[in-house]
């Protein structure tokens, strides 16, 4: 009995999936979208700084990585558990990912910091990509995300961001746009809700 049972589902399950896909709709291509037609004179540093700002974060402007880092130690001296994907800064590490065994290790990750290639005036918006990260989850599970970005890398508005991932060979990769929060208790606004307290972006 059993056995008829899980029969006549297995076939059931085939029979929906197989009209599933012979019912498809027809791909439809992606628009052309003229990005010029939204060009305007606002400075995109300018911008970008103000959107990042608005959405919580705190941008700092720096020209070396020694200055970054020093600025790092001043701004969280109880850090304990920190790692950094930038190069030549191994010595801030305090996980070893060479040798890393539990993520329990990553429980109380104080700061992490990443670099980005990418970031839209828009709406304050960085590219994180999995090729500079060890582990995926990093930058959500941190209480402090520090991202450095060059100025060469900002672009206006996310038509031109999703035009430069798209030539990219990327498995994994999500804009992040300020701190976590939420305003969905109460209405009222929480920082640090579900992931980073803060995020800092140092801009050379």
Known sequence: MNGI???????????ILSRIKTNKPDLLELPIINVDV?????????????KVEVSGGHVIKASTTDD????INTMFPEGKVKYTTLENT???????????KSQKA???????????????????????KDTTLPMRVLPFITKHLIIVI??????????????????????????LAGPSKTADIEQSLVIGAQGALSLTLFLR
């Open 5 to 15: 049972k899980t029969e006549n589902k297995m076939s059931s399950r085939d029979a």
């Open 38 to 50: 939204f060009a305007d004179s606002r400075n995109i540093v300018d911008e970008f700084v103000l």
């Open 68 to 71: 970054i880092f020093n600025q």
């Open 90 to 100: 191994a010595a801030f590490n305090t996980v070893d990912f060479d040798t890393f």
């Open 106 to 128: 990553l429980e109380n990750l104080d700061v992490l910091v990443l670099e980005s290639d990418l970031g839209v005036a828009e709406n304050g918006a960085i590219w994180i």
């Open 150 to 175: 060059n100025q060469t890398q900002l672009v206006p508005f996310m038509h031109q961001a999703y035009q430069k991932i798209a030539t990219e060979d990327n498995d994994f990769g999500v804009f």
